[in-house]
């Protein structure tokens, strides 16, 4: 079980990830690359994370962006701690 | 300029196109694939395809779900040729 | 530590591995795919499987062809019961 | 037809392509990526460029290694300005 965040433990999380935003119960950011292969490759290189954390995003794609959405479906669609940590690890490997 | 459709000629392409609909001025198909490894070499495999045609879809992906919107953006959000003629393409390399 | 295999047992392995050979103590399969994109694709299809094993192949790719070859280099380059696992998931995902 | 090149072209034009060497008859150079993912991520990033530029390497990967050689088959495999043009391209989008 992932520990649930209250919002102030959200929003604590949120000042050492830039771009990041709380967003109906989500952890929501959008990223900007190189065209549209720079976002292909982004999906990759996120998707090994996310396998690795077993830990899934709601994604979206046009052309250079990418939208990532965090939230933890079996604690019923709130954020958790796991939701915080995927994020920092997304961070980490830009 | 790509050739904008109108309801007719779009109605008649989706009959070769298993699974694709119209909707909202888009062509839109929901893909499943194995796993979310299946997705993520989808959203590749695609990809290559839209970038050969200049012609990039709103892509939603969730687990193994992969979710293809093809709008004609230069002619004002309306369904032209050019969507058809990516439908058809990944069906193809399926 | 994984089992290391001896000659009879890889051979009785193979059996169930088409394509697959016993090639200076590795395990190797090339694979056709369609075209460079199918390829790519499948680069990352199968990077996600070994990732998940944790057992990462000597790679190689020309255009539409993908080399693989599994050895167990923790065991000072001999196969194992790891290189034969990974091989039929390989097989099993495609 | 690709422009051939000869010894003293190609070493010009390794002067501002650092990193990639003159190896039998092709430009060739290995990249150091981060893990494994990072190197699949590269290896789809490089593909789509090659796919645009239609020339295509020989690619090998160990774990986070990805080594690019690239030489002209319709040349009778030598090093032409398309070889220079496309080492040129993956550092410029690196």
Request: with cysteine; glycine share 8%; proline share 2%.
């Amino acid at each position: 079980m992932a520990k649930v965040l209250e919002k102030g433990q959200i929003e604590a999380a949120l000042k050492d990830l830039p771009g990041w935003r709380h967003e109906e119960d989500a952890l929501v950011k959008t990223f900007k690359l190189k065209g549209f292969s720079g976002a292909v490759a982004f999906i990759v290189r996120v998707g090994f994370e996310c396998q690795k954390a077993n830990h899934h995003p709601e994604l979206s794609n046009i052309y250079n962006k990418v939208t990532l959405r965090f939230t933890t479906h079996s604690e019923g669609g709130v954020v958790t701690e796991n939701d915080v940590a995927i994020a920092r690890t997304i961070e980490r490997i830009l």
